[in-house]
């Protein structure tokens, strides 16, 4: 598809963006991307907000050793 670029910026089609509410547009190089944003933010944050009980006490100091048997 191409689109008109006026002074006002270009349109993208609506039905490109069914069921977001809201985007990041961001230049890459000589591309614009796009992206719909995650409602709530970033998901890396929420990492670690519920963490369970496993019986390794030292379990996020030690993770890689329990995970791949190894220290890295």
Do not use: N, W
């Not at 190089?29 to 990492?47: A, Y």
């Not at 496993?54 to 190894?70: F, I, M, N, T, V």
């Amino acid at each position: 598809m191409k689109a008109k670029v006026t002074d006002k910026g270009v349109v993208i089609p609506k039905e490109f963006l069914e069921g977001v509410e809201e985007v990041e547009i961001r230049k890459e190089d000589h591309c614009i991307v796009v992206v719909p944003t995650i409602e709530g933010g970033d998901l890396i944050l929420d990492l670690g907000k519920h963490p369970v009980a496993c019986g390794a006490p030292d379990a996020s100091e030690q993770h890689d050793r329990y995970l791949y048997g190894s220290a890295s």
